[in-house]
């Protein structure tokens, strides 16, 4: 089952407000200041889309061109490629010589930590595979954002001292989030607290997921001063909603860069092709609302975008 | 072993697949019941292009690589 999918005729009878803020980003945001120049990237988790050919590529370009014409459209890649075994670093560097030719300023990878590590291995015994995937990581340079490291949704807090040791095991000089799936990570308090409270004391963000299918995954704690938003938006005949929803993201993004948050990375997501539109659709009202200042999609020539 | 049920729909039919992964080489076997139907593979070099010496229809193979794809976003 895709992560987060519900029936369509379910889709009506969920409530997609936001909650209000956790209580970690209240004292995470305590006595900050708002931030003179937050710096907001948008953009999609792959970049080898063929149905984006004639619509945000151009006609004709080849899968070996794809990650050079998204990087000039996005500030941002949720980089989920290096998830399904760790990269070689001269494939991280061909990545990198490319972002030096085409890339967006300030353009980040967020690459997701590999599953040997997080889903294999399960956290346990790891140094040896992370220093591999941290190695071959590093080739991208002044490329590279945040790594995220995803816990599976089969792997709860029985196993609190491993992600602990783990969390605690990570080197100070790079930025890491984690994204937490099971369940009861969020339904009882006491682990919810000593989650979010031992991220928190280790300079770790966490990752908010908002799909129709997980609402606890959108949990509002944030742990640094940074949001990492993975939206799952659900597309077809939900394109109004998917849009509401962004725009009560906008509401929410705003009141905390008025109290400090720093940085913010809204992946979007969706269960169908055109998650480019509506990342577009965000960048459009992020730089309106926001003051994102991040350059317009501009699609191909005769293309569509999406009516409501 | 991770294992888990994908679903692919697929001229006109929808198929229910297993799925299943035992090693740190991300080779996904791919069964519809009892049945094997073979192996797919991400190559990355190409951001996530499947690839697969059994599967021979490439807009199946797609899919699948899609739903695997989706289910571990």
């Known amino acids: 089952m895709d992560f987060g999918l519900v029936h369509p005729n379910e889709i009506k009878n969920i409530d997609f407000t936001l909650p209000p803020d956790g209580e970690q980003t209240k004292l995470t945001l305590s006595g900050l200041s708002p931030a003179t120049k937050p710096e907001i990237r948008v953009g999609c988790s792959k970049w080898g889309r063929k149905e984006w050919i004639n619509s945000l590529y151009p006609l004709k370009t080849k899968e070996a061109n794809m990650l050079d014409e998204y990087s000039k459209h996005f500030n941002t890649l949720e980089c989920n490629a290096v998830f399904y075994s760790i990269p070689r670093p001269d494939l991280i560097r061909k990545w990198k010589e490319k972002m030096d030719e085409n890339a967006l300023p300030g353009f980040l990878f967020l690459p997701k930590m590999s599953r040997n590590i997080t889903h294999i291995a399960r956290l346990e015994n790891v140094q040896a595979p992370l220093d591999l995937f941290l190695s071959a990581i590093k080739e991208f340079g002044p490329y590279l954002g945040p790594i995220f490291a995803q816990i599976g949704d089969n792997q709860g807090p029985k196993s609190f001292d491993t992600v602990k040791s783990f969390v605690q095991s990570l080197p100070k000089d790079q930025k890491f989030f984690m994204e937490f799936r099971h369940e009861e990570w969020f339904s009882d308090p006491v682990i919810r607290k000593e989650l979010f409270s031992l991220l928190a004391e280790n300079n770790i963000g966490s990752i908010i997921t908002d799909s129709s299918g997980r609402r606890d995954l959108v949990h509002m704690e944030l742990t640094t001063p940074e949001a990492f938003i993975r939206f799952v938006g659900n597309g077809g005949d939900f394109v109004d909603s998917d849009r509401k929803r962004i725009d009560e993201w906008i509401i929410r993004i705003k009141d905390w860069l008025n109290k400090g948050l720093q940085k913010v990375y809204f992946i979007t997501h969706r269960h169908h092709a055109n998650s480019h539109l509506l990342a577009k659709y965000t960048i459009e009202q992020f730089n309106k609302h926001l003051g994102a200042n991040i350059p317009e999609i501009v699609l191909q020539p005769g293309a569509e975008d999406e009516t409501v | ?73």
């Open chain 2, 1 to 73: 072993m991770e294992s888990f049920e994908i679903e692919v729909s697929h001229q006109d039919a929808i198929h229910k697949l297993r799925v299943e992964c035992d090693s740190e080489d991300p080779e996904y076997r791919i069964f519809r019941g009892e049945e094997p139907l073979g192996t797919v593979k991400p190559d990355t070099e190409h951001d996530l292009y499947w690839t697969s010496e059994d599967i021979q229809d490439a807009e199946f193979l797609e899919k699948i690589g899609d739903r695997i794809e989706k289910y571990h976003r």
